[in-house]
């Protein structure tokens, strides 16, 4: 195979040139080519008046080390057949089925990497199956009557499946492509295997996840939802069983994949003695800005242009005192929804569909948070929590998303503020241009009522940073709702370096809720990784 990098196609030019201009790099005839792939697809809109498409594509022909000889430059590449190495299954027999607690991405994919090897495992999750999860969810954002074991965050597909499927990740793995691949093979467009900053979207991504749930189940697997992990029996440091719905099931290996907002599971594993720390993340609000903005900031006269998607941004921005500020999980032409997993708790997050044809582009805008926070405010929320207790940020994340419950007025109504009145500490009287999408509803307030000074402070100086980034950026009647807390695990559970607890033989921390993931791709393979770690050690 040759893979021919940085082949550049003007935005009006048809993807058609593609086959052309990668044959005359390589000095041959496109008919030459015996098959022909796009790697990578991203674009270059430095110049906002000369948008440009930068390809990386590999194709196959005859005679490939006698092409490249004859050409010069590094764009061009002969790409050894890599030989797969031989897995090691391990030796040890099991006595039961591996269990999976989750079927968030992590969940999933351990149980598919299981399941395709024989090992038939058994999934346990605490919410319903993705059809009936999404009528809960509808009532909620409709009525504000939560279900507090089947919402935004708990439920198959986990709390990616109601975000955007957005599938980027900083880690190189090549697990990565096994995943693209799975979701692809399972309804996801083909396209997310090489543009630049793939998403399926969550109408797309429901129908995924119940795909690879009825490939598990075909290989093997069981799937049972409605399905609460209780309590793990230990006996000599060892999983001996685990508790279900008040039923005990033998199990001596376990995946805990159980996502960022699991409290109640973080409280269990505490009491149980299973060692952990807490974690930085960051808190927040959901900034909405009109679509239209965004893309003419981002593509200028070419913001209607048929070839561009919606736009999007990233931003960031250190503080006078040291803070990280910046945007996350940016949602383009979606909305901002309520996510809320705890009575009396409000949290938002953001959604799109796959086509990211809404009104409102909106993003998390987020400060960085850490344990000396969490000491230093925890007479405000829970005055007997030990300063070292892994639980502390989890705590610290409750008091103010119950500050937000009330500061929204009750019932899961949302605070919100416009930027113009935030910088001035103005409480809004009326909208502006932008409507927010947030529902159940919203109320006017002052975002200080439910985040620290401190986060207030550092969102005010990271806005007048990314005016200047993005020229309007602090549009006066853009929307800021409150409040985001679950941009990550505010606590790590620690595991050696076969992905195996330190502190309980058998148990396998996975994922984003054991702090070891950022999003879907890098859950996913953190999933494959702890599955493969099993297999290493059991035989079927």
Request: hydrophobic fraction near 35%; charge should be neutral.
């Amino acid at each position: 195979m040759i893979r021919i990098n940085n082949i550049i196609l003007d935005i009006d030019e048809d993807l058609e040139n593609l086959k052309n201009k990668a044959a005359k790099k390589l000095k041959v005839s496109k008919e030459s080519f015996e098959s022909f792939k796009i790697l990578r697809e991203s674009i270059d809109a430095r110049k906002k008046d000369v948008i440009k498409f930068n390809y990386s594509v590999e194709v196959k022909c005859k005679n490939e080390s006698k092409i490249i000889s004859k050409i010069h430059g590094k764009d061009a590449i002969l790409e050894k057949n890599k030989e797969e190495e031989r897995f090691q299954f391990g030796n040890e027999k099991l006595k039961h089925r591996p269990i999976v607690i989750g079927t968030g991405p992590c969940g999933m994919f351990a149980a598919l990497t299981l399941a395709e090897n024989g090992y038939a495992p058994l999934v346990i999750e605490r919410g319903e199956n993705v059809e009936k999860r999404t009528e809960t969810v509808d009532n909620f954002w409709k009525t504000g009557v939560l279900n507090t074991e089947s919402n935004v965050q708990f439920g198959e597909g986990g709390a990616g499946t109601f975000s955007d499927g957005k599938l980027t990740t900083r880690i190189k793995d090549p697990r990565c492509t096994y995943v693209l691949e799975e979701f692809i093979k399972s309804g996801a467009p083909e396209e997310i295997g090489y543009v630049g900053k793939p998403h399926i979207g969550t109408d797309i991504l429901k129908k995924v996840v119940k795909n690879i749930r009825e490939r598990i189940i075909s290989l093997g697997g069981e799937v049972k939802f409605n399905s609460k992990l209780e309590d793990i029996i230990i006996k000599n440091d060892s999983i001996e069983a685990v508790v279900v719905n008040g039923a005990e099931i033998p199990c001596e290996c376990l995946v805990l994949a159980i996502g960022h907002s699991s409290r109640d599971t973080y409280e269990m594993l505490h009491k149980k003695g299973i060692f952990m720390d807490p974690k930085p993340f960051a808190i927040g609000v959901r900034i909405e800005h009109p679509q239209d903005f965004i893309n003419e900031s981002q593509y200028g006269k070419y913001k209607n242009h048929p070839r561009l998607k919606a736009a999007d941004y990233k931003l960031t921005h250190t503080t006078k005192d040291k803070r990280g500020v910046y945007s996350f999980c940016m949602c383009p032409g979606g909305e901002v929804v309520a996510s809320s997993s705890e009575d009396e708790r409000l949290v938002c997050n953001g959604m799109s569909y796959y086509k990211r044809d809404l009104e409102n582009a909106n993003a998390a805008l987020v400060v960085t948070v850490n344990s000396e926070d969490f000491k230093a405010s925890k007479e405000l929320y829970n005055k007997d929590i030990s300063d070292n207790s892994p639980l502390i940020g989890m705590e610290f994340q409750r008091y103010y998303e119950h500050l937000a419950y009330l500061a929204g007025g009750g019932n899961y109504n949302a605070p919100i503020q416009l930027v113009g009145d935030f910088m001035k500490d103005t409480v809004s009287s009326k909208l502006g241009s932008v409507k927010p999408s947030y529902t159940p509803g919203y109320k006017f307030a002052s975002l200080s009522e439910c985040l620290p000074p401190y986060v207030i402070a550092a969102l005010k100086e990271g806005l007048v940073n990314f005016d200047k980034k993005i020229t309007g950026y602090m549009l006066s009647d853009a929307v800021m709702t409150g409040i985001e807390t679950r941009t990550s695990a505010p606590l790590k559970i620690t595991r050696n370096e076969s992905l195996e607890s330190i502190s309980l033989k058998g148990l396998y921390p996975s994922g984003e809720g054991a702090g070891f993931a950022g999003g879907i791709i890098s859950a996913a393979v953190d999933g494959v990784k702890s599955a493969e770690s099993i297999m290493r050690k059991y035989k079927i």
